[in-house]
Every structure is written in structure tokens, then in C-alpha cells.
């Protein structure tokens, strides 16, 4: 099992340029999140999705939006990016009932 | 807002100390704890889950829920140079969401 795999881990994106994050798990996990992290702080919850179908907003979810079309593919979608978009993304993804979370390597975006 | 809220630290102990992590959450409804190491540059990885008040022990690692003080803790006993990482406090609710600190680092000096 590759468990929760992310694509691409490093991009640099100039201000206004939209680009779409890849996640994809292949534990047929019915849950998946997406996090950022900034340097030096916690993880912040963007959007997350309880099955196919079915998404919610997290904490931060302005300026990011998210689709689940299948159980494994979880992707986020950055339009019109901003500086303040600069920051590590990390993927997530857990089973019925358990609580923990099984994260990607993560994906390191700047900005500029 | 959902918060979960960490001393930053950094927090130095000596190799063989026990290491005493702390963590507090403003959701009274939130029902399910985590502890996660994160090594620089790495992700997140599982040490300790806790849903019941009281203490749970696994190995050098317990953890300590009082939900009455929405206080949750790690301790880590023998600590190891390895154990030099940040450790994020995670919080659960019913709805499916899991909310973070903004972590406690933690270096063991040999």
C-alpha cells in the first residue's frame, strides 16, 4: 500500500496563477482533510470530505476549493494564487470510526 | 473558532528526563484527543490517542485527559535524543473535524 500520496511536493506559483493538488489514498479510507501548515505553527484545516460527494469548509477555506468525485482522490484547487497562500499542504485521510489520521509527505507551495 | 492552544516552547529536557507536554481546547463538545510527532520537514505521525478521562499508557509515552478542565497531556519518561521533535495536540469533535495546536518542540540534550 503507497497509503496517502500527494502531487507535486514542491511548486512555485506567481501571484494570479491558479493549480490543483493531488491527493490520493488507497486505503479506502471514507475520510480525507486537507491541512496547511505555515512555518513554525499548527496545522489549519482547509476543507475535508466524509465520502464521495460530500465536502465541507474547514477553518480556512477562502480561496481554495475542493472536489471528491471518487473515495480515493481528494484534490485542491488554488485560484488566483496569493503570497499569503505560501505554505506546506498536507493531505489526510482516515477510516470509519478511528481517529487517526494517515497523512501524505506534504506539499511545499511558494508563492511569489 | 475551535481552538487548541500548546505552549510553543521550546522545551529542553536531559536525556533520560521526563518530558511534560501540555495542551488545552475551548470545544466542550470535542471527544477524541491525539498526540502527533512531527520531525522537522516530515509529516505528522500518531504517538498517542486518548477518548476517556484518565490516563493512558503506552510504552514511555501516557497521556492524560481531564475533560472537566478541557486539559489534555504527554508525558514522556526515559526521553531519548530521538524524542527531539514537535508534538502537536489534535482535537476531534462530533462533526468529523480535527483541529491542531500549534505544537510544543521538544529537544532531549544527550
Redesign the interface.
Known amino acids: 500500500n503507497a497509503g496517502v500520496t500527494q502531487t507535486p511536493k514542491f511548486r512555485i506559483l506567481k501571484i494570479g496563477q491558479s493549480m490543483t493538488l493531488q491527493c490520493t489514498q488507497d486505503m479506502n479510507h471514507n475520510?480525507m482533510?486537507w491541512?496547511r501548515q505555515d512555518p513554525?505553527?499548527?496545522?489549519?484545516?482547509i476543507y475535508?470530505s466524509?465520502g464521495a460527494g460530500i465536502t465541507d469548509k474547514?477553518?480556512v477555506p477562502n480561496g481554495y476549493n475542493v472536489s471528491r468525485s471518487t473515495t480515493e482522490d481528494f484534490p485542491l484547487r488554488l485560484e488566483l494564487a496569493a503570497p499569503s497562500q505560501t505554505s506546506v499542504y498536507?493531505c489526510a485521510s482516515r477510516t470509519q470510526g478511528a481517529?487517526?489520521?494517515f497523512?501524505?509527505?506534504?506539499s511545499r507551495l511558494t508563492v511569489l | 473558532q475551535k481552538e487548541v492552544e500548546q505552549n510553543s516552547g521550546p522545551l529542553s529536557v536531559p536525556e533520560g528526563a521526563i518530558a511534560s507536554l501540555n495542551c488545552t481546547y475551548s470545544d466542550r463538545g470535542s471527544q477524541s484527543f491525539f498526540w502527533y510527532r512531527q520531525y522537522s520537514g516530515k509529516s505528522p505521525e500518531l504517538i498517542m490517542f486518548i477518548y476517556s478521562n484518565g490516563d493512558k499508557e503506552d510504552g514511555r509515552f501516557t497521556a492524560q485527559l481531564n475533560k472537566a478542565s478541557q486539559y489534555v497531556s504527554l508525558l514522556i519518561r526515559d526521553s531519548q535524543p530521538s524524542d527531539s521533535a514537535t508534538y502537536l495536540c489534535a482535537v476531534g469533535n462530533t462533526g468529523n473535524q480535527f483541529y491542531f495546536g500549534t505544537g510544543t518542540s521538544l529537544t532531549v540534550i544527550p
Open positions: 475520510y482533510y491541512y513554525g505553527m499548527g496545522l489549519k484545516l475535508y466524509v474547514g477553518e498536507f481517529g487517526e489520521l497523512f501524505g509527505e506534504g
